[in-house]
C-alpha cells in the first residue's frame, strides 16, 4: 500500500485525536515500519488495518466512521499535497475526473498504490453515479472523500450509497445529487 495513505493516515490521527493517541496505536500495533512512512514507499497493507484497528478501539469509533473521517482528510490532503488536481475545478469534474486525472496522475507518482477503477456515470443533470468493487472500507473513504471535496468547493449535495452482491463480489454505488 502507498506511503501517501499511511502518511495521510497518520496526519489524519494526529490532527483528529492527537500525538498521545497516535503514539499509543503504534505502540500497540506492534508495526514492522513503528509508524515512520514515506509518501514514495508502499507498505504492507496489514499496517493500515492494524492503525485502524487499534485506534477504533482506542477511541471507541466504529472503523467506517474513521474510514469516512480519513476519506474527508484525504480530500484536503491531496488539495494541500496535489493542488493541480482541484485547481478551477469543482466536485462534478473532480468526480468525472476520478479516473482520467487523480488515479492516472496518482499511478505515475506512486507505481505501487492501488487505485479502483470506478464507473462514473452522468447524464447531464446535477447527478453523477460512481459505481465499483467494494472492499476494505474503500466505500467509506470514497464517501468521505466526496464529503470533503464537496466541502473544498462549498457546494451543497444529496449523497445515497448501495451495496450489492454481484457474482459474489460488493458491489457499491453511490449517487451524488447536487443541489
Do not use: H
Not at 52 to 68: C, G, P, V
Request: charged share 25%; hydrophobic share 40%; glycine share 6%.
Amino acid at each position: 500500500m502507498s506511503g501517501l495513505i499511511f502518511v495521510s493516515f497518520i496526519q489524519m490521527i494526529e490532527e483528529n485525536f492527537g500525538l498521545e493517541i497516535l503514539q499509543t496505536i503504534i505502540e500497540k500495533g506492534k508495526l514492522k515500519s513503528e509508524g515512520v512512512y514515506v509518501r514514495g514507499d508502499s507498505y504492507d497493507k496489514k499496517e493500515f488495518f492494524i492503525l485502524l484497528n487499534a485506534l477504533s478501539s482506542e477511541i471507541n469509533m466504529s472503523k467506517r466512521d474513521i474510514l469516512k473521517m480519513y476519506g474527508e482528510s484525504l480530500s484536503d490532503y491531496l488539495n494541500d499535497t496535489y493542488p493541480e488536481f482541484f485547481e478551477g475545478k469543482n466536485l462534478k469534474s473532480v468526480l468525472l475526473n476520478l479516473n482520467n486525472v487523480v488515479t492516472k496522475d496518482l499511478k505515475l507518482i506512486y507505481r505501487d498504490i492501488y487505485l479502483p477503477v470506478v464507473n462514473i456515470n452522468e447524464d447531464g443533470t446535477k447527478k453523477v453515479v460512481i459505481e465499483f468493487v467494494c472492499s476494505a472500507g474503500r466505500e467509506d473513504v470514497l464517501e468521505g472523500f466526496i464529503r470533503g471535496v464537496g466541502r473544498l468547493y462549498s457546494e451543497s449535495f444529496y449523497l445515497n450509497k448501495s451495496i450489492n452482491q454481484v457474482n459474489q463480489k460488493m458491489q457499491c454505488q453511490i449517487e451524488i445529487n447536487l443541489t
